[in-house]
Every structure is written in structure tokens, then in C-alpha cells.
């Protein structure tokens, strides 16, 4: 049996809470959930092809349960060797896209750890009391967020205690995303 013990955080509009019970499952497997779009964005120019090729397969995957999709935003688009100016420029291509309505969580080492029935929560309270139009995850290039994304995300995440490349983490996400869907749906893939 799985067990879920969640702890009260407030992240903006975002509340997770669970007194500790085991729990199996998402409080969501078997409800209808509305699907909010996903928009995965991640930092980076090309990306090896064993990595794109499991990111396609994954993000096929998910199409039955939402629409997905894989933008990039140009990693280190003035070619600086600071990284604070690193950081900001990639931050522009970040906030270029998100939307004022667009519910964003932010990948981050120092983020809420997540078990995987904890990921279709989330999933299911974006879509069923999140009032955004889409769900956006932002991964961050080789030194992380700005302060804008870092400020604009409903909730951040973390993947791993460790840190993640950037094509990794995208790994990581995908099928993550995929099992809270099937977690979800009640299928078998999660156990």
C-alpha cells in the first residue's frame, strides 16, 4: 500500500494538505478531471537524441489524457560568460511565454519534494480548482531561475535531491507526468 503523508504548504493559490493517513493513490484516481493543457518549457539549444527520443515517446503518451507540449526557450541567448546575466536573458524567454491566467510550477532543487500520487494531486486541483488556462512547468538552464520566474510560479518543485541537467530533468518530468495521469485514471503503469 502506498503512503502518502502530506505536509500543509501554501504557495500562493496552491495548498496541499493531508493529516498523514496511507492513502492509495491520488484523492483524484477515478474522478473526472479537467484537463488543462501542458506546456513543458526547458533551456537548451539541441538536445542529445536518446534523450528526444524518450521525451517523444512519453509526450505521446500523454496526448490521450492532455494536450502537451515541448518548447525551448535559447539557453544563454547574448553568449555571457556571467551567470547572472545568463540567468536573466533565459528569464525573458520564460516570462515571454507565461500567461497571467497560466498556472506555473517551477522546477527547482529547493522545491517541494513530490512523491508521484502527490504529482497527480497537483495535477488534479490545476484542473479542477486552478482558474489558469494552462499547466506550464519551467525547467531552468545550467544555474536555475530569475527572480521574475521565481516570483511568478504558483508552486515549485523538486525532482530530486540532486541536481538534474536540464535534459534529465525533462526526462524526469515527462514520465512523471505520464504516471500521475495513469495514477489518475486508476491504470496499471504506476504499480
Known sequence: MAMCVFTTHNMKNHQIHNSGTKTKGSRYTGQSIKPLPIHILTVGKTRSPGVQLIVKDYMEKLKPYCPVHDLRIRSNPKNSIDARVQIENEEIGFMNFIKPDDWVVMMDENGMDLRSEEMADLIGDAGNKASGSRLVFCIGGAYGHGMKVRERANLKV????????????????VEQLYRAWTIIKGQKYHH
Open 158 to 173: 523538486k525532482l530530486s535531491s540532486l541536481v538534474l541537467n536540464h535534459e534529465i530533468a525533462l526526462v524526469v518530468l
